[in-house]
């Protein structure tokens, strides 16, 4: 009998910085500009044509909205140990072990949200940004987990096993199978409303209005520049568009389970089959 072990420890940093998501030139003294109208890429018309797409636009959509530089960083961190067994002269046993923890990621600016409905129900508001709806949650608040607003995950632990039979003892005839758990990182990607969104950037959507002045009927007339301070923060009320989408704060790392079985066959010294069915959900 045989009995070796292997012990292999992982250490990753990494740090994720994003750039200028909205496409505008990282400050607030500009904010990019979407319309329906046919106006980007066309040649700049003139006199009357230009009368006619500032007019038509009155019945297409207006969006604008500032840059927004996502800052982000996330750390990860993983141990496994393997260890390959003889069992006997036929049976040859493989299992092992990964540690496998998740830390979400951090927004360096605290840029970051979440939302809870049983707060919102019972009117409960930030203590940060009290003037948000209630049920939003934001860096500094009770119970929020630093700057990323979602919980770590350190019994992300996944075994793995295998084992080779040689059913006759003279490698003729194998049947090998193995099966695993394990955890998928939660993408960062899910994050593209996170820091994007009120009061942390301003995105206005109107429809009825005119290229030349898109601001002529809106309350308190063109938001933008529109900077956010994070020493006084305030939940902007007459933006009439804005989109939220939440991510739980106890989202759970996705698990895969994954097993195979083959079966191995020396017919001839030239010929050889071999059937494998693998399977994960």
Known sequence: M?????????????????G???????????????????VAGAAAPAGKQWTDVVEKTKDNGFRQGNPNPENISQNFFALYAQDTWRA??????????????????????????????????QGVRSTVIPTAPAGFNYPGDPGFNGNAGMDRHWGNVEPRAGFAWDLSGEGTMVIRASGSIANDFIRQDLHENTSSVTPFRLNVAMG????????????????FPYTYDPQNPVFPTQI??????????????????????????????????????PMSV
Do not use: E, H
Request: proline share 9%; charged share 10%.
């Open 208 to 223: 009825g209005v005119r290229l030349d002045n898109p601001y002529a009927t809106f309350a308190g007339g063109n938001p």
């Open 20 to 38: 200028n998501k909205a496409g505008g030139t990282g400050g607030n003294s500009s904010a990019p500009v979407q319309s329906s109208a046919p």
């Open 2 to 18: 045989r009995f070796a072990l292997a012990l292999l420890p992982i250490l990753a940093l990494a740090a994720c910085n994003g």
């Open 240 to 277: 009439p568009f804005q989109n939220f989408f939440p991510i739980p704060p106890d989202l759970k790392t996705t698990t895969q389970y994954s097993w195979n079985v083959g079966v191995q066959r020396q017919i001839t010294s030239s010929l050889f089959a071999s059937a494998t069915g």
């Open 88 to 121: 006997g002269s036929k049976l040859t046993v493989n299992f092992g072990l990964r540690w496998n923890p998740f830390m979400p990621m951090q927004f360096d600016l605290g840029d970051v949200y979440t939302f809870s409905l049983d707060k919102y129900y």
